[in-house]
C-alpha cells in the first residue's frame, strides 16, 4: 500500500476500511439486518470488494 498511496493519506484509507469492515459486520451479524444477513458470504464480498478497494487504492478526493 505504501508504494501506491501517499503516506499521509494511510491512516484516513485505513479508517475507512475498518468503518466499512464494522459496518458490515454490525449490521449482518449483531443487528441482523435480512438483506446483508441473508447473502451468502461470497455475494457480500463480491459487493464490498469494489468500496474497500477503493479505499485502499482509489482517489479519495474525486468522490468517484
Known amino acids: 500500500l505504501a ?4 503516506a499521509d493519506e494511510v491512516p484516513a484509507r ?5 468503518s466499512t469492515l464494522f459496518g458490515l459486520a454490525t449490521a449482518r451479524y449483531v443487528l441482523r ?23 485502499m487504492v482509489g482517489d479519495l478526493t474525486s468522490g468517484s
Open 3 to 6: 508504494d501506491r498511496v501517499p
Open 33 to 55: 439486518l435480512g438483506p446483508v444477513a441473508d447473502l451468502d458470504a461470497e455475494s457480500v464480498a463480491a459487493m464490498v470488494a469494489p468500496a474497500i478497494r477503493h479505499y
Open 14 to 18: 485505513a479508517s475507512l476500511v475498518a
